[in-house]
């Protein structure tokens, strides 16, 4: 899949997020030598709680809290050593484990600053839509062709995207902080403050990023 992006004509790639397959930040790595793999916190969330009992989950999410909101890489090392050491550390190591075995590619993102952390912490946005679409081809199960599935798809993102907008619809006029639905999937997406993420994308990488924001893009 990398190489056939590569020869569709992807140059260079500034950062990757991953959900953890194994083998694909070496895909990655290898397709763009000078790309940065971030490991999806959201997986390494999920995959340290594994183990733990339901009733700690809530808590044990909490006090690791303070490893992936860290300002820096040490203070990250420094609260997942107090978790570490806590009663709920000692009681599930392997929520510990889980962090340190992924530690070099689930750091990455905290060299950027929040405006940045923000775009590319996570592969849920992407994950959400697939979700919904899995769901489509499930229910039909084999198609003739191709083109068949293709369409198949192309209405289900319309189905998607006209519901969302009836979401939007409804919200229209409530604070921004009160608005919950989702934006659109495809043409006219905007992410929130992607500006901002841009600009500290070509502060980050002046001499890779050509980067230049227009808005409906």
């Not at 340290?48 to 989950?57: C, E, H, L, Q, T």
């Not at 993102?157 to 659109?184: F, H, M, V, W, Y």
Request: net charge positive; glycine share 4%.
């Amino acid at each position: 899949m990398c190489a056939e992006l590569r020869n569709r004509g992807v140059a260079d790639v500034l950062i990757v997020c991953c959900d953890g397959l194994t083998g694909f930040a070496e895909a990655v790595e290898a397709t763009w030598p000078q790309a940065t793999v971030q490991t999806c916190v959201v997986h390494l969330i999920r995959a340290s709680m594994r183990f733990v009992g339901y009733g700690d989950r809530k808590t044990v999410a909490a006090l690791l809290k303070p490893v992936y909101q860290a300002p820096t890489e040490q203070a990250a090392a420094d609260a997942l050593e107090v978790f570490a050491d806590s009663d709920l550390g000692r009681k599930y190591p392997s929520a510990v484990k889980t962090f340190r075995d992924a530690w070099e590619r689930s750091i990455p993102f905290l060299a950027f600053p929040p405006e940045l952390r923000r775009v590319i912490y996570t592969t849920n946005s992407i994950e959400s839509l697939n979700y919904q679409l899995r769901k489509v081809t499930k229910n039909r199960g084999h198609f003739p062709n191709d083109q068949a599935a293709m369409k198949l798809l192309w209405m289900a993102i319309c189905n998607i995207e006209d519901k969302r907008a009836r979401d939007r619809a409804t919200e229209r006029g409530l604070p921004a902080a009160k608005r919950r639905a989702s934006g659109r999937l495809v043409e006219g997406a905007v992410t929130t403050n992607w500006k901002r993420a841009l600009e500290q994308l070509s502060l980050a990488y002046p001499d890779r990023s050509t980067i230049t924001y227009k808005p409906n893009t």
